[in-house]
Each structure stands twice: as structure tokens, then as C-alpha cells.
């Protein structure tokens, strides 16, 4: 959408928290004892911030430069009277036939006093005697704009915790933001996966495995016995079969009937050598367990036929399928 004079397009409100073991996925604006870049022309978050929202993998330590299309972030310059707020993002929503899908969003809010008197905010100390909780506060893609349309993007001020001060956040969480535009990005989980209840990805960890010598050998053969399994079918795409971590896409799956589900686990229980192979496969089965809990299991459904039997705790031991077991693992 299009930003004239009287409307102008804006994106999503994104402030979200994330635990602090994913702070190398966190992007960061950075902050600093200047004034923020000033653009002309401000169109739309599709045009002037279309990487808005993604997670951007960068150091655990010190602050990044921003992305190369992105202006700088820094105080609002005196001189820069803003008219209205727009914050690009993104957000996972149920898709319109099941699944879910990821959408790029705009929304945009004119009765910004509030927000500003907040960004106007100094920075407090770090440091000190100060007990901090450890989650962090992923601050929004925030640009102003004013009535010829330039715009920046302004730092926000930050508490003794280095976090986005309260009012700030209570700013950006107020109703004044009205959604201007949505654009779906990419489908996350398919209606298939989802009645599955499978995943849309999953990586081949006989692959993984074996490519890292981490898979141990057979190890004693094991009761058949096993609660109720679930199976998801997964395949790879040829670009990346070999690579270091393969990620498959979901292409069957459901709970496996119990009279296969028991050829399946007596397969998996033989003590047959595993071949001497390095051939990726195209397609991988996972077994989980419908309550969530036990053993994990990967089977490989060409290629090598390897299977690895992985625990909840660590460890996995690998094994020698055959084409009798990729064929118990066919559509249910």
C-alpha cells in the first residue's frame, strides 16, 4: 500500500520477549549518541522495509550494524517533526485452508504525543545493583514520518536492564494502531501437516548423525513393546541433500495403525550391521511418540535404509533397515 499525505502505510507492532539462550537471534537496533538517518519518499513497508521482522542471526556480543538497506537508527532531530508512526513486522496466523502461514504487516497510528514524549525519554544507567529479569524485549521495526513524507527510524530509550524503557512500550502497546496492509510471506504449516500432526520441516538426523560420527552402533535388542506412534514422512530437496543439516518437507503422515506400528518396531529391533554407505536419502520417516514422551525414531526410506534410535536424554544408537521397513513406513 501506498503512503499519500492523509494515509499513510504502516506495519506491525512487534514487541515480543524471547528467552536470553536466543539472544544470537535477536536483531538489535543500535543505539548511539546520534541523530537518526532522515529519507525522503516514504512508500510502504513492502518497499522502504521488506526485510522487517525477519530474524537476523548476529554476535551474542557487542551491537551490529544494521542491515546495509536500512537507515540508521539514532535520536530524532530537532529539527524532524513527526506526524505519524508505522511499524513493519511479522506474524504467524492460521491460513485460510488449515495450517498456518507467516504474514508481513503494516500498521499505522497519527495520534503518536505519547510515543513521542516516550522516544524523548533519556537512557538510563546500566549496571549497578539493578536485578533484571532475563528475558529480552525485541523491539518493533518503528520509522516516524512527517507531513513531506521523510522519515527516520528512532532508537529507543532504554532502562537500568538495557531494555526498552516502560513507557515506551506502553506507548507502542496502545490501540491507536490501525493495520494497513498484509502481505503473506511464506506458509509455515500446511493443513496436511497440521492434521498430521507433524511438523512442516524436520531435519534427518540419520544424516546428521552419521555425517558426525555422534550415531553409536546397534545396541541390544530391544522389546517391541511402545505406546501408540506417530509417523511423519518428510522429503528432502535434492540442492541440500548431503549438506550438514537437511531439513525435510513434510509430505505424509498421522498416527501409524498398530499392526504396522508392530513390524516396525521389530525391524527396528535386529542387530543387522549397518552398511558401509554414504548415500543421502530423498525421503525420512520420524516415529514419535503420540504423549510426547520415550524414544525418538529416523529411518531413512532410500539411500542407506539406516534407522537411528535416539533417547529423550541423549544418546542414539544406529541400526540396518531394509526395504521392508521403508515399506511399513508408507502412507497411513
Wanted: net charge negative.
Amino acid at each position: 500500500m501506498r503512503l499519500s499525505r492523509t494515509v499513510l502505510a504502516v506495519a506491525l507492532l512487534g514487541v515480543a520477549l524471547v528467552g536470553c539462550n536466543d539472544t544470537d537471534q535477536v536483531p538489535r537496533t543500535p543505539v548511539g549518541p546520534y541523530p537518526a538517518d532522515i529519507v525522503a519518499g516514504w512508500t510502504s513497508c513492502a518497499e522502504d522495509a521488506p526485510r522487517a521482522g525477519e530474524i537476523i542471526s548476529v554476535p551474542s556480543t557487542g551491537t551490529p550494524p544494521p542491515p546495509a538497506d536500512y537507515p540508521r537508527a539514532g535520536f530524532i532531530d530537532p529539527g524532524f517533526t513527526p506526524v505519524a508512526a508505522v511499524i513493519c513486522g511479522r506474524e504467524i496466523r492460521p491460513g485460510p485452508n488449515g495450517g498456518h502461514e507467516q504474514i508481513a504487516t503494516e500498521r499505522l497510528a497519527k495520534d503518536i504525543a505519547p510515543l513521542l514524549t516516550a522516544l524523548r525519554l533519556p537512557s538510563q544507567e546500566t549496571g549497578g545493583n539493578v536485578a533484571c529479569t532475563l528475558d529480552m524485549v525485541v523491539p518493533p521495526w518503528l520509522a516516524l514520518v512527517d507531513d513531506r513524507l521523510r522519515w527516520l527510524r528512532p532508537s529507543l530509550p532504554t532502562d537500568s536492564c538495557g531494555k526498552p524503557r516502560a513507557e515506551v512500550i506502553a506507548a507502542l502497546a496502545g490501540p491507536q494502531w490501525t493495520t494497513v496492509d498484509i502481505r503473506t510471506i511464506r506458509q509455515v504449516e500446511s493443513a496436511a501437516a497440521e492434521a498430521a500432526g507433524c511438523a512442516q520441516q524436520w531435519t534427518d538426523m540419520v544424516w546428521v548423525e552419521t555425517r558426525n560420527a555422534r550415531g553409536g552402533p546397534p545396541g541390544p535388542a530391544t522389546s517391541p513393546a511402545a505406546g501408540p506412534l506417530r509417523l511423519c514422512v518428510y522429503e528432502v530437496p535434492a540442492s541440500i541433500q548431503g549438506g550438514d543439516k537437511p531439513a525435510g518437507d513434510f509430505v505424509y503422515g498421522g498416527p501409524l495403525p498398530a499392526e504396522r506400528q508392530a513390524g516396525v518396531l521389530r525391524a527396528l529391533s535386529n542387530r543387522r550391521a549397518v552398511v558401509d554407505c554414504a548415500t543421502p536419502a530423498s525421503r525420512f520417516a520420524v516415529l514419535r511418540p503420540l504423549d510426547g514422551g520415550g524414544l525418538d525414531r529416523y529411518v531413512e526410506l532410500d539411500g542407506c535404509l539406516r534407522f537411528l534410535v535416539a533417547s529423550p536424554t541423549g544418546g542414539a544408537q544406529l541400526g540396518q533397515g531394509d526395504a521392508t521397513l521403508a515399506a511399513l513406513l508408507g502412507p497411513v
